[in-house]
């Protein structure tokens, strides 16, 4: 006990106090890094918004405000009608529909669909996000999201069931991902193998996912439900961005393969 006081006493262990004193804390550099740097500050933004949201909305039935039973149902649908995207009075061209392309994307219907977007989100998005950067990864989102839901509505104009979540904007960054990042291998769970968690290539388990969001698309009678075509949208949003933006990436990774392997005696 008295030798550390004595040590800290002493110029060296004077100087080692000031040092600290002038070191940011491990959690000041943690945001320092994620402000500055290129962590997922957008990424964690949504999900941490996404959250926030789904819960002190009336449609988690956590928020006493909203009531209970019949009350609640009633703030449910208030709720999804005014946030959410209405194929029928999107295309009327109404300020207030205007909008709802964008708004939908932070509405969720059930904690299972919260939980699923937030899930598919931080798997991939955090990736997606460091390759493109804060910004040009936060328009990418948002905006073909946004598109994804109009398609949507285009292709159902008459349709007056109410559209909202992330899924076509997450769906755009799963094909950004397929193309900046063929080989990342995603791990997955097969029902039919017994839910056992398997690694596979990204270029193999997205079209998978692509192709499955495909035939159930075929089956969608445009009725309440998942928008798959929406999905189908987003996905290929996504890619042709990431292939037209990054066409060289592909090309610059193979040539310092290839580099490499000459240098090697």
């Not at 035939?215 to 987003?234: E, I, K, M, S």
Request: aromatic fraction near 12%; include cysteine; hydrophobic fraction near 50%.
């Amino acid at each position: 006990m008295s030798a550390e006081r004595g040590a800290a006493g002493g110029p060296a262990g004077k100087n080692k106090a000031e040092k600290s004193r002038r070191e940011p804390s491990p959690a000041a550099q943690a945001l320092k890094q994620l402000l500055l740097g290129n962590g997922p500050l957008v990424t964690y933004t949504l999900v941490a918004l996404y959250c926030a949201v789904f819960v002190l909305s009336p449609a988690s039935g956590l928020n006493a405000a909203y009531g209970t039973g019949e009350e609640l149902l009633a703030a449910q649908r208030g709720y999804f009608h005014r946030w959410g995207v209405i194929p029928a009075e999107l295309l009327t061209g109404a300020p207030r529909a205007a909008l709802t392309p964008l708004t939908a994307l932070f509405v969720h219907g059930s904690w299972l669909h919260l939980l699923g977007n937030v899930l598919f989100l931080c798997v991939f998005g955090v990736m997606v996000e460091e390759r493109m950067g804060h910004l040009q990864f936060a328009l990418f989102y948002l905006g073909c999201g946004a598109l994804a839901l109009c398609a949507y509505a285009m292709a159902n104009a008459d349709s007056q069931a109410t559209l909202v979540g992330a899924s076509g904007a997450i769906s755009a960054v799963l094909g950004a991902f397929l193309r900046l990042f063929p080989k990342a291998r995603v791990t997955s769970l097969f029902p039919f193998l017994f839910f056992l968690p398997l690694r596979f290539p990204a270029w193999i388990v997205l079209p998978f996912w692509v192709a499955l969001q495909w035939v159930a698309a075929q089956r969608d009678t445009g009725g309440p439900g998942v928008a798959y075509l929406a999905h189908l949208v987003g996905f290929s949003l996504g890619f042709v961005y990431a292939w037209v933006r990054y066409p060289r990436t592909a090309r610059v990774k193979a040539t310092a393969t290839a580099t490499e392997g000459d240098s090697q005696p």
